[in-house]
């Protein structure tokens, strides 16, 4: 398996613009995690999908933050629009509840001017 | 809020030399877990230890669980420059989602 694909890796844009990151889970594995981390908060749990359904959102700043699982081989993180704060390391995981451990993508750096 | 609280923040041994972290959280908990990140990268799952576990052996890694402290330890035996990384507990209470503390740095010199 090729472990949890996230991308891009990299993203800059623009104060404003809409930013769109995404992730493949493990195959087989139920449950997606969205987290972002800075130096100053370090790591946020953003929103998590058990089978596919967001079961708890409340770690997303605000509005202009939303997901998406269509399906159990793909999630989307949309920051819309951007602000220079939302500068960070957008982490996706996933896991198999019977296992208890995550695995973790490597992240989308994400930069706004 | 953070859940964890890792201490040290930074740790700077010598090759060969043990490591030791703890982590002190909050609530009750169904288990604790510890993670690597090397500058960079994503975290890397190393040892999970259930609420009704005192201590758990994976390699060189020791972990202890204290749950009327609400505290846990990881040792790193034998340490090695490749070894380097950021050190992060997680606890995991109710609904399966984990909550990162903020993590120690260690330094293996060579």
């Known amino acids: 398996d090729a472990g949890v694909i996230q991308s891009p890796r990299h993203e800059v844009t623009e104060m404003g613009q809409e930013v769109t990151l995404r992730c493949k889970p493990i195959s087989g594995h139920n449950s997606l995690f969205w987290y972002r981390q800075t130096m100053m908060r370090g790591l946020e749990l953003l929103i998590y999908f058990n089978n596919n359904v967001p079961i708890d959102d409340s770690g997303m700043p605000e509005d202009r933050f939303s997901a998406k699982m269509p399906n159990a081989s793909f999630s989307t993180l949309k920051i819309q629009p951007s602000e220079p704060r939302d500068s960070a390391v957008y982490f996706c995981?996933?896991?198999?509840?019977?296992?208890?451990?995550?695995?973790f993508g490597s992240g989308t750096r994400l930069t706004v001017v | 809020s953070q859940q964890g609280e890792e201490d040290p923040q930074a740790l700077s041994i010598q090759e060969g030399e043990n490591a030791t972290m703890n982590c002190s959280y909050k609530?009750?908990?169904?288990?604790l877990q510890w993670y690597r990140q090397n500058s960079g990268r994503g975290l890397v799952h190393l040892i999970l230890?259930?609420?009704?576990?005192r201590e758990k052996h994976s390699g060189r890694l020791r972990v202890t669980l204290d749950t009327s402290k609400k505290s846990s330890s990881l040792l790193i035996t034998a340490s090695r420059a490749a070894d380097t990384a950021s050190y992060f507990c997680?606890?995991?209470?109710?609904?399966?989602?984990?909550?990162f503390g903020g993590g120690t740095r260690v330094l293996v010199k060579p």
């Open positions: 997680a606890t995991e209470a109710a609904g399966n989602k984990l909550t």
């Open positions: 609530t009750s908990i169904n288990n």
């Open positions: 230890i259930r609420s009704n576990e």
């Open positions: 995981a996933s896991s198999q509840d019977s296992t208890g451990s995550y695995t």
